[in-house]
């Protein structure tokens, strides 16, 4: 599978920004979806998930509440809607699927976009 991130952009601190992931190739549903981001500096950490289906999230604690994860299978595309922005939001933000496998480590994932960055000014 193919992955392909947009929506990144520059905003103030509290506004919101929509990440979007479109998938080519094998059956999207085929595929467990994630996101990361990887501040400078810093390692690529995991950011929220969503199961097949869209029945199962999961969110890193420090985005819990603010962001939302979502998926449109038929469209191959996932979401990241990211709400309440806070400049220690500021990274690359990177899509990444798997067909198998479990965990947020980024090594369980064995596709992955090229990363779309968001900047989050105060």
């Known amino acids: 599978v193919q992955l392909q991130a947009s929506g990144g952009g520059l905003v103030q601190a509290g506004g919101s920004l929509r990440l979007s992931c479109e998938a080519s190739?094998?059956?999207?549903?085929?595929?467990?979806m994630g996101w990361f981001r990887q501040a400078p500096g810093k390692e690529r950490e995991f950011v929220a998930s969503i199961t097949r289906y869209g029945a199962t999230t999961d969110y890193a604690n420090s985005v819990k509440g603010r962001f939302t994860i979502s998926r449109d299978n038929p469209k191959s595309t996932m979401y990241l809607q990211m709400n309440s922005l806070k400049p220690e939001d500021t990274a690359i933000y990177y899509c990444?699927?798997?067909?198998?496998?479990?965990?947020?480590?980024?090594?369980?994932?064995?596709?992955w976009g090229q990363g779309t960055l968001v900047t989050v000014s105060s």
């Open positions: 190739g094998r059956t999207f549903s085929s595929y467990e």
């Open positions: 990444a699927a798997r067909s198998r496998g479990y965990g947020r480590r980024p090594s369980a994932y064995g596709y």
